[in-house]
Nanobody, 126 residues
Framework: QLQLVESGGGSVQPGESLRLSCAAS????????IAWFRQAPGKEREGVAC????????SYADSVKGRFTISEDSVKNTMYLQMSNLKPEDTAIYSC???????????????????WGQGTQVTVSS
């Protein structure tokens, strides 16, 4: 069974950092395009960062460039999202996703990602 399981969400103050993890089972992340998305209450789902997507080896939303870093550990079959200098507008449910066609889709077409984690809440508030 193909599965993605996220962890690492929580509540932090503005300026602090968090690292999200997404462990895969049943398939190898290294063979997929992988990404992080987020959705805030009342807003549409937004692509945050991706690896092996149409934007290149890595790609980021403008809103997180310079603050977030996406990475993966092929041995652990896990992807990460390191988030620094968090802002209240980063508050959302964050989900990891995998696309079976590497470089086939970018952050703007979340519907093409076939496999999704359950989501983890990130809250940034003073």
């Amino acid at each position: 069974q193909l599965q993605l399981v996220e962890s690492g969400g929580g509540s932090v103050q503005p300026g602090e950092s968090l690292r999200l993890s997404c462990a895969a089972s049943g398939f190898r992340l290294a063979n997929y395009g992988i990404a992080w998305f987020r959705q805030a209450p009342g807003k549409e789902r937004e692509g945050v960062a991706c690896i092996r997507c149409t934007g290149g080896s890595t790609s980021y939303a403008d809103s997180v460039k310079g603050r977030f870093t996406i990475s993966e550990d092929s041995v652990k079959n896990t992807m990460y999202l390191q988030m620094s200098n968090l802002k209240p507008e980063d508050t959302a449910i964050y989900s990891c996703a995998a696309d079976p066609i590497p470089y086939g889709v970018g952050l703007e077409k979340w519907g093409y990602y076939d496999y999704w984690g359950q989501g983890t809440q990130v809250t940034v508030s003073s």
